[in-house]
């Protein structure tokens, strides 16, 4: 490759960059200075957005940054939810994963600077949160794939792209300096960032680098349940529900633990981006650029929980109850309910690496570029601890008339939950150096040859190789039994409560949190960590406790992907009718390496929420298949500012690599058994689009696409009961049902979409109003059940909002620009299963967001950011309506300066 490139110093120029596909060519990018960002604010951005789209040779949507350091939002997610047909999902507040056209975020392949990225979570979406916008250009969706993309965005492939520093083509250095202020918390913090371009000489040679830190405070807190759990009266754990004297083997259905939980701590974002680029001769380009982020998600969890699944101790009885529809209790008062809070640990701390070395050389008609890539991506778990009191209350909870809302709590019969006499330890408990990581390896060398003005404009054909391997570390795991637990504080063993344990009498404190949840939920005793380890460290604590290593979720799972594809770009003389057609060729080769759960030899601990799984030995499994993806993408100029595209093509996405793992989890607190599954196919769609663009102005542009995707092999869990007897230190054995969960393809679904979008500045009107403009789009999605198996009964597609929309302003003049935007998506199915067989939905949710700077001078600019200004709130409910979760995550401001010179 580097003799080419060599070679062809002296070769006639035709060059292009070889960074990117011949995806997009974006218009007035004859020399470096017109391809860089002028500062004109919204209008600019949103005439560079339409540009690109226009010139696509396929379907493609896109955002353009105001400026270097000027992105429309502080969250690239966030700014993703404004394209048609795009919705995200969130972490806490923040937009984290994005999803299109109603698949989820594991169905959108998501680039940087056309090269894979890496996510340390095992899935095949990447999360946001750790990539900031200050240093990106422009933002593209192709929502139709041409044969020479990566493969593997069956919905979409978003590539996100900085520049690079010779096409910037001139010196530039952006500061920008903001605080945030989280409305929860009350806590102001700081978002730094910089931004250095420079080339030299003639400008054929130039370096740029970037880096940025910011941290918010954040607390999210809100209720929290697990669905409504199926007991049968005779069964182990149950009670006469319905009050009528006998315990029949009829179930009724209770809600499972009613939680209130808030987690308090710190996102901390840190990045570095650089490059470098030279272009030795006119038909040269070499570049090379990186980038490393850091991204630290530490928070201490509250929790407080009246778990009615557990109802016992000396005095456990039910007290009322309320049968409603199909035997649901509607309303259970009992006696000895398990009473918990717990104070937890919990730190995660990501790092993602990405570099790539590659470059171009044109000898007169061909073009041969190359790029190998590297990136890994790491997350530590360092820190899981919990410290979980229990007492038994009195109490009841009342769903009312509205399942969908948070329960009423009473507490009766004089029982005090902030009474810290009736609580105790049974147990400490914390997970330790968990550690997954993902490394992608890839090298790819196309060659792109030219005809003229001949109806086969270009060939290009190539090669794509890649490796791909997750690795999920051992689970490091400390138990701290209630005997040592009593050496530690120097109080009394109690061998008959709760079977061993010691009083937490003395080492409680009071928190409340009744504004998120009222006092029911809100006010509560906690674990005082002053007190805990005022005489030692955590460390120690746990040093004298047993330590086991969970291999049973340890797993690295491998894959190896070799492509090769030809595409024909073509046109008519007059380029009215233009597009190109292609086929791609794509072999993966998968490896699955783990440990087996010996279930039969699992020890439920005293607390009946840990459970310890040894492994019975290493196993290993192997799969491999073959897949022809063919492509075509039509665009016919019916006027000059009238465009129709057509695109067809076959598109796939990998099960995600967790999914491929041999590993099982067993979940005792709610009974389940998860098992993946090796063996998965890859998602196939077979997809058509068709989609009218009209532009006006600079920066007008109504379009309408219609869109159409037969998909097959839709992975779905399948779920099923199954009764087992395992070895507890309470009883010696128990017998419990435990619901299953695996993965398996379904047959098939089809999904059908219509997008709207329209862009309409309306300088029409008289000044100062032709400041004015409206930017909105409408997604709506007819989206058909799938069955898991062969004549099975058919279930919703997890993920999938059918309706989505944008409605968004701005307004910009005389150097003032402010934009407001309100995104809404409409109820998505989760699970079909859920839990405890009864699904798991997020209902529909809307947020409003503003932004608005101001340019004091040429140089500097004053910044201002509003995110979730009418402080919605994030609720997930079962497939019958009651709720299982409601998030407050509070509203988000941002104000600041840039200085650019």
Do not use: C
């Amino acid at each position: 490759m580097m003799a080419l490139l060599a070679a062809g110093m002296g070769a006639p120029a035709f060059a292009q960059n070889a960074a990117q596909p011949d995806q997009i060519s974006t218009p007035n990018n004859d020399s470096a200075t017109e391809q860089e960002i002028i500062v004109t604010g919204i209008r600019r951005s949103l005439e560079d957005a339409a540009n690109i789209k226009r010139a696509a040779p396929n379907l493609v949507e896109a955002i353009s940054a105001e400026d270097i350091g000027k992105f429309p939002d502080r969250n690239l997610a966030e700014s993703l939810q404004r394209v048609t047909g795009v919705q995200i999902t969130r972490n806490k507040g923040e937009g984290s994963g994005v999803s299109v056209r109603g698949l989820s975020e594991n169905f959108t392949r998501t680039l940087y600077n056309g090269r894979v990225l890496t996510s340390p979570n095992g899935t095949r979406g990447f999360s946001f949160t750790s990539m900031p916008t200050d240093f990106v250009s422009t933002v593209e969706v192709s929502k139709t794939p041409t044969a020479d993309m990566i493969d593997g965005g069956l919905s979409a492939t978003v590539n996100v792209k900085i520049n690079r520093p010779a096409d910037v083509g001139k010196n530039i250095v952006t500061v920008v300096a903001e605080g945030l202020y989280e409305t929860n918390p009350k806590k102001v913090t700081p978002h730094v960032s910089a931004f250095i371009n420079r080339v030299f000489g003639d400008g054929s040679f130039g370096v740029n680098l970037g880096v940025n830190y910011e941290k918010r405070k954040v607390i999210q807190a809100g209720f929290t349940g697990y669905g409504i759990e199926q007991r049968r009266e005779n069964a182990t754990g149950g009670y006469d529900y319905n009050l009528d004297g006998t315990r029949s083997a009829t179930s009724y259905g209770f809600d499972h633990a009613t939680t209130f939980v808030s987690d308090e701590g710190d996102f901390e974002r840190k990045a570095i981006v650089g490059g470098i680029q030279w272009k030795p001769a006119d038909n040269v380009n070499l570049y090379a650029d990186g980038l490393a982020t850091w991204f630290t998600d530490g928070f201490n969890r509250f929790e407080h929980q009246l778990r009615w699944t557990n109802i016992g101790g000396p005095t456990g009885a039910v007290r009322g109850s309320t049968v409603g529809e199909n035997n649901l209790l509607t309303f259970l008062d009992a006696d000895g309910v398990d009473h918990q809070s717990n104070n937890l640990d919990w730190v995660t701390k990501d790092r993602t690496l990405n570099f790539a070395l590659g470059g171009d050389v044109t000898f007169d008609r061909l073009t041969v570029s190359g790029e190998a890539t590297f990136g890994k991506s790491v997350r530590n778990v360092s820190d899981r601890n919990s410290f979980a009191p229990i007492s038994r209350a009195s109490a009841s909870y009342d769903l009312g008339d509205d399942i969908g809302a948070v329960p009423q709590i009473d507490y009766t019969r004089g029982y005090d939950p902030l009474d810290p006499s009736t609580f105790y330890f049974r147990s400490f408990s914390a997970i330790r150096g968990q550690k997954t990581t993902e490394t992608n390896k890839s090298g790819r060398l196309d060659f792109k040859y030219d005809l003229d003005d001949s109806f086969i404009r270009s060939i290009k054909v190539g090669g794509y190789y890649g490796e791909d391997e997750v690795e999920f570390g051992a689970r490091p795991r400390y138990f701290v039994s209630p005997q040592v637990l009593s050496q530690v504080y120097g109080t009394p063993y109690l061998a008959g409560v709760e079977g061993g344990a010691i009083s937490a009498a003395n080492l409680l404190k009071v928190v409340d949190y009744s504004r998120f949840i009222g006092e029911g939920l809100g006010v509560f005793l906690v674990p005082d960590y002053s007190k805990l380890f005022a005489g030692g460290s955590l460390e120690d604590v746990l040093a004298q406790g047993t330590l086991t290593i969970d291999r049973t979720n340890q797993f690295s799972v491998g894959e190896k992907v070799l492509a090769g594809y030809a595409r024909a770009d073509f046109a008519t003389a007059d380029d009215r009718l233009s597009g190109n057609i292609g086929l791609r060729y794509v072999r993966t080769r998968v490896t699955s390496d783990g440990f087996g759960a010996d279930i039969e030899n699992a020890e439920l601990q005293n607390d009946s929420i840990t459970l310890i799984v040894p492994d019975s030995g290493p196993i290993s499994f192997r799969n491999s298949y073959s897949n022809w993806l063919p492509s075509l993408n039509l665009r016919f100029n019916a006027t000059e500012n009238l465009i129709v595209r057509m695109g067809l093509a076959r598109a796939m996405t990998r099960p995600d690599l967790n999914r491929l793992s041999p590993s099982v989890a067993i979940n005792a607190n709610v009974r389940t058994i998860t098992t993946q599954n090796p063996f998965l196919k890859p998602y196939l769609a077979d997809q058509a689009d068709l989609s009218l663009e009209y532009y006006f102005g600079k920066t007008g542009l109504l379009s309408a696409a219609v869109f159409y995707k037969d998909v097959k092999n839709f992975i779905v869990d399948t779920a099923a009961v199954e009764t087992r007897t395992i070895r507890s230190t309470l009883t010696g054995t128990v017998t419990l049902d435990f619901r299953t969960f695996r993965p398996d393809n379904g047959e098939g679904g089809k999904i059908k979409g219509l997008e709207l979008n329209a862009q309409l500045p309306l300088d029409m009107l008289p000044s100062p109003l032709d400041g004015f403009g409206i930017t909105s789009n409408l997604t709506l999605l007819d989206v058909s059940d799938v069955a898991t198996t062969e004549g099975g009964p058919k279930v919703p597609i997890p993920g999938v909002s059918k309706r989505s929309y944008n409605l968004g302003a701005y307004y910009e003049k005389a150097g003032f620009g402010i934009r407001a935007n309100y995104s809404y998506r409409s109820a998505a199915v989760n699970s079909v299963a859920g839990t405890f067989g009864d699904g798991d939905r997020q209902k529909s949710y809307g947020q409003l967001d503003i932004s608005a700077n101001y340019d004091v001078t040429e140089f500097l600019s004053l910044t201002f950011n509003a995110s979730n200004v009418t402080g919605a709130t994030l609720k997930r409910e079962t497939l019958q309506g009651v709720l299982l979760s409601e998030y407050d995550f509070g509203r988000r401001f941002t104000a600041g300066a840039r200085v650019k010179f």
